[in-house]
């Protein structure tokens, strides 16, 4: 096998972990939207997650832990479209937000700052912000 091979392999593997933890949000309150539907679904194809793997994650999610992501620039897309699916059954609820916190302390984000961080997130998808300006409000909310 070579290395091309096992980077593919590491990065396919992170990319259902970050999946299985879209998953979680979605079934926070244990119903699945057409919304939240909808969006798994992109995010999958995205992730190039195929229907077989799709089904595994839904059924099994906490079978896949959290990992941290190095670059802080993919942290913060990920935590983009972890809010996103928040809000995509058009509802925000207190358990929703409380697993998007644990996931932000799993990705990488300071412990003393996660509140802010997930509070922000929220307010930024609810305000229908890009991943652009959702990237430099975040960058603001998070100082190092």
Known sequence: MGVSDFN???EH??????FA??????????VLSEGEEKLLKRVANRFHILDE?????????NNYPITGLHEYDERIAHLFDL???IYADDE??????????????GLGFPIDNVEKVADEA???ILNDNDLEDFTK???QVNKF
Do not use: F, P, T, W
């Open 137 to 139: 409000a975040i960058k």
């Open 92 to 105: 925000v609820s207190v358990k929703e937000v409380g697993i998007l916190r644990r996931i932000c302390v």
């Open 53 to 61: 793997k799709y089904k595994e994650v839904l059924e099994n999610q």
């Open 13 to 18: 593997k992170k990319n259902i972990a970050l």
């Open 8 to 10: 593919l392999k590491g």
């Open 122 to 124: 929220i307010h930024l």
């Open 21 to 30: 933890s879209i998953v979680k949000l979605a079934l926070a309150d244990d």
């Open 83 to 85: 809010s996103k699916m």
